[in-house]
Each structure stands twice: as structure tokens, then as C-alpha cells.
């Protein structure tokens, strides 16, 4: 896709929604490279997530987490899929901004039938796992909200149908902020003829 020139998508959402599936098939779609922030920092810090939020606690996971999206955020062509609470950083919206950021928006409901039988996520595993959800979803619903683009996904949706509907979004985006830049264009040079005169 010309329009995009080389910018960076990068998914945020809910874990669960899908995010490192829809992904990979955009990356494939759009040649671009894949990256999963979540699994570079397991790579990083040789253990895997649950270890880390069990031994150093949540916020240096965070703080890891920050750390490999401002890496990733030096490269082009890249399709990065982002862990469910990285848009509560302020910090982070400093590299997401770089690029374009989709939303993938999964009801509830749907998160809790896709997550109920996996014990590996740190954050799922006290309490009710649907009251959890609705929770987090509450505390993240107003940062995924500033995403450029959002993809509400319905149940049953395949994740190439998800990543095909992300790419008309994504495209519709960058022709409105081509317009735009040219209409800006278009009057800035009538101003400067008016002055001409």
C-alpha cells in the first residue's frame, strides 16, 4: 500500500482480541515486517511474562515494555502488536503516535469465551475472569480510544476478515490526512498569492 510509505501500524487493544494473529496476516499482507512487543521482552529478559510480573512486579514489565517500543519505533515497514495495557503510558503515546495505531475492539463477552481455559496471563489470575475483564476494559476503554483507527470485531469474524476490514480503515485514514495536507496546501499558496498582489 503506496499511501503508507513506510509508517508503522501498531495494534492495540484487550488481550485476547487478536492482536499478534491479525498481525501477522497484516504484515504479510503489506510486506512489512512483525513484531510482538510481548514476545521480545521475553526474549530480553529470558523468562517469560507471568515470571517477570512474579519477580519484579508489574511495573518492570512496564517499564520493558516501554524500552522495546521505543526500539521499535526507530524502524519502518514494521506491524507491531502491542501487550493489552501499553496505552496507559503517557511515554508510549510519544512512539505510537510515530505511527498508525487500530484499535481492535472485542466485546467482552467474546474476550471471556476466547481467554477462560488460559492460565498464563498475570493480570487474569485473581477473581472473576469476566468481572476482570470488564475492569481493565473500563480502565484502558478511554487510552484505545485515541487510536487513528477502530475495528469493532464481531463474533465469528476470521482474523483475515479482521485484517481486511483494518486495511480499508487504515486507508481511509491516510487519504483523509492527504486531503487534508492538500487542501492546507491549496490555501497556504492562495494566501501567499494574496500577498503578492
Known amino acids: 500500500m503506496d499511501l503508507l510509505r513506510g509508517v508503522n501500524i501498531y495494534l492495540v487493544g484487550m488481550m485476547g482480541v487478536g492482536k499478534t494473529t491479525v498481525g501477522r496476516i497484516l504484515a504479510r499482507e503489506l510486506k512489512y515486517r512483525f513484531f510482538d512487543t510481548d514476545e521480545l521482552i521475553v526474549r530480553v529478559a529470558n523468562q517469560s511474562i507471568a515470571e517477570i510480573f512474579d519477580r519484579e512486579g508489574e511495573e518492570a514489565f512496564r517499564e520493558l515494555e516501554t524500552k522495546v517500543l521505543g526500539e521499535l519505533a526507530?524502524?519502518?515497514?514494521?506491524?507491531?502488536?502491542?501487550?493489552?495495557?501499553i496505552v496507559a503510558r503517557s511515554t508510549n503515546w510519544g512512539y505510537l503516535h510515530y505511527g498508525i495505531v487500530v484499535w481492535l475492539d472485542v466485546p467482552v463477552d467474546q474476550l471471556y469465551d476466547r481467554l477462560r481455559s488460559d492460565s498464563t496471563r498475570p493480570l487474569l489470575r485473581q477473581g472473576d475472569l469476566k468481572s476482570k475483564l470488564q475492569s481493565l476494559l473500563s480502565e484502558r476503554e478511554r487510552f484505545y480510544a485515541q487510536a487513528d483507527v477502530r475495528v469493532g470485531i464481531?463474533?465469528?469474524?476470521?482474523?483475515?476478515?479482521?485484517?481486511?476490514?483494518?486495511?480499508e480503515e487504515i486507508k481511509k485514514v491516510l487519504e483523509e490526512g492527504r486531503r487534508k495536507k492538500e487542501e492546507g496546501r491549496g490555501k497556504s499558496e492562495e494566501e501567499s498569492n494574496g500577498f503578492d498582489n
Open 154 to 167: 464481531s463474533g465469528g469474524e476470521r482474523p483475515e476478515e479482521v485484517a481486511r476490514r483494518a486495511i
Open 74 to 85: 526507530a524502524y519502518q515497514n514494521s506491524i507491531v502488536a502491542t501487550g493489552g495495557g
